[in-house]
């Protein structure tokens, strides 16, 4: 194949520990080589620009069933301005919930190689595979849901981990998913009879298991199976005034269990969105940011991640498997409502939301996703996200880099809100000088995202051996521009992005599509006869399609990589 070398730029690759080092990168056949190995071909001249690895999106809702009636229900989203058609693209519609082609194309744009769909309702898998085959550029993995799968909820009340890992592993093959994902915990399934748990010991109706004994319970089977990723919760309560208490109950559940795998990841819980999970006040008139009181305890729990979900102030679209949030959302603005119910398994809603800069509450919650990130200690377990497109589309990320970069922007914006001084008294950004250097942008966006995933092997650096996934920007460390908008614009266009080896963007124009990746867990923990006839049973009894025919075929599934996983020792 080709051989390729990037010369001179200033490279910056915290899982190698290099920070902003004058270095050359080598590529032959797609994966990164030692510089000094390349002989001939392309030469890519880097000098005076900052060079890291291609991103890795921890939790974005790009493909799949609630993705594609947030499409439906919402025409006007197709409105805003598109992108013209590129010479080497297909059409590009939709701003806060684009299509397939957009998504790759735009996410290659800013210098991404990698996604992990946040939530897949498992019956629907087929639906996640087929939107996975239409993205381009990108690899992609996805989350099955399991926070209120009926087995899991039977299981996991009895204490029976080893059971819920045999399951557990089968839905993992059965919908190629990456890693279990927990959304309101057991208030999904109450949902499904029109109700909620808004507490961690609210019990489920009818299952008389709580959300407690659910995370817990997950965790324990994500250790004793050693996947890649850990739990990954979106915990309950989500959204409302004083739901940092929730959030912190929900944390603690992690404390003293020490994670068991083979991938180089350090966490057991991984909370995401945390901006919706930190909220004080009692009600929306003395709502206020608890941003504070959440990173004292984050900061110094090792074995949790989190990413962030910045409120971008846009009009945008939200979708969740939090089929009880997006009711009440509902009832608050009262735009279109949409609500799917999954057979035994989860449920979702979409609602439009117009993330007003004139709205106090808005602007609140702005300031506490930016809060979070400038608290944190470690970016390594800090990780950029809009929850795309919850709380803003994921082609703003260049967008929250600029006011994590640069204190300038962000008092600028705050001081054009309209009650600037409302928002001062209920939060603490204004008297925040802390800029984020490259670096750490690099930790939040590639190298942390990457091995919290556990792919960080072959994604989110740069050392020899990982695929060559490459972005380099128009931005040079030692003259960063002094206007904040061009640190905006350096990370919305990439000067280069390479996926592979091969050169897909170049000036902030797709030029080429490469072939892409599905990556998925294999473990291979075998299912015991009990779980096999509970399996047989329930679809007999209670599922509206077959056994034979839930389990995504293989000739449904694109070009797939397995992170295999050997059972635990008996
Ligand atoms: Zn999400």
């Not at 030692?34 to 890795?56: L, P």
């Amino acid at each position: 194949m080709s051989e390729m070398i990037i010369k001179n730029g200033f490279v910056f690759d915290p899982l190698a520990g290099i920070k902003g080092e004058k270095k050359d990168i080598g590529i032959k056949d797609g994966k990164i080589v030692d510089a000094s190995e390349v002989k001939k071909g392309k030469e890519i001249d880097a000098s005076g620009k900052t060079v890291m690895a291609g991103g890795v999106d921890i939790h974005t809702h790009v493909v799949g069933p609630k993705v594609n009636v947030g499409r439906l229900m919402r025409p006007e989203d197709k409105l805003f301005r598109s992108r013209t058609k590129e010479r080497n693209t297909r059409m590009q519609m939709g701003f806060a919930v684009p299509s397939t082609y957009a998504t790759g194309y735009a996410y290659a744009r800013m210098g991404y190689a990698y996604v992990n769909e946040a939530a897949m309702p498992p019956l629907h898998s087929p639906h996640v595979h087929e939107e996975i085959r239409d993205t381009p550029i990108l690899d992609i993995s996805a989350m099955p849901v399991m926070g209120n799968n009926w087995f899991q909820m039977e299981y996991l009340k009895q204490g029976e981990i080893e059971n819920n890992a045999a399951y557990t592993a089968w839905l993992l093959r059965a919908t190629k998913g990456i890693g279990i994902k927990c959304v309101n915990p057991g208030g999904t399934e109450a949902w499904g009879w029109g109700m909620n748990c808004l507490t961690i010991h609210d019990p489920v109706p009818y299952f008389d298991i709580t959300p407690a004994e659910i995370v817990k319970g997950q965790i324990q089977t994500n250790e004793f199976l050693g996947l890649p990723h850990s739990l990954h919760v979106h915990g309950n309560n989500l959204g409302n005034p004083g739901s940092a208490e929730t959030t912190l109950d929900t944390l603690k559940l992690a404390e003293g269990i020490t994670t068991h795998n083979k991938f180089g990841r350090e966490q057991v819980l991984h909370n995401t969105h945390l901006q919706f999970h930190s909220y004080g006040g009692t009600g929306w008139g003395d709502f206020e940011s608890a941003s504070q009181k959440m990173m004292d305890y984050v900061n110094k729990q090792k074995n949790i991640s989190f990413d962030v979900g910045f409120v971008t102030l846009d009009e945008t679209t939200t979708m969740t498997a939090d089929g009880p949030f997006e009711y009440h959302l509902n009832h608050l603005n009262h735009l279109k409502w949409a609500n799917v119910d999954v057979e035994l398994e989860t449920a979702a809603g979409v609602v439009p939301f117009v993330y007003d800069k004139n709205s106090k509450v808005c602007d609140i919650q702005w300031a506490i996703g930016l809060e979070l990130a400038l608290l944190a200690k470690d970016h390594m377990k800090c990780h950029l996200t809009t929850d795309h497109p919850n709380a803003g589309p994921f082609t703003r990320y260049p967008r929250v880099i600029k006011w994590l970069m640069s204190k300038q922007s962000r008092d600028e914006l705050l001081h054009s809100f309209k009650y600037a001084d409302k928002v001062i008294d209920a939060t603490i950004i204004e008297s925040m000088d802390r800029e984020l250097d490259l670096y750490e942008i690099a930790q939040m966006t590639r190298a942390g995202t990457a091995k919290c995933l556990g792919i960080s092997n072959m994604y989110g650096g740069l050392t020899p051996g990982m695929n060559a996934n490459v972005a380099i920007y128009d931005l040079n460390p030692e003259d960063m521009p002094k206007d904040p908008e061009m640190i905006e614009n350096a990370f919305s266009r990439a000067a280069y992005m390479i996926k592979d080896g091969v050169v897909v963007v170049e000036n902030g124009d797709v030029i080429a599509t490469t072939p892409r990746k599905t990556i998925w867990t294999d473990a291979k923990y075998p299912l015991n006869e009990l779980v096999e006839r509970d399996i047989r049973e329930k679809f007999l009894k209670y599922y509206t399609v077959e056994l034979e025919n839930y389990m995504v075929f293989d000739e449904h599934v694109y070009n797939t990589v397995p992170l295999e996983v050997e059972s635990p020792a008996a």
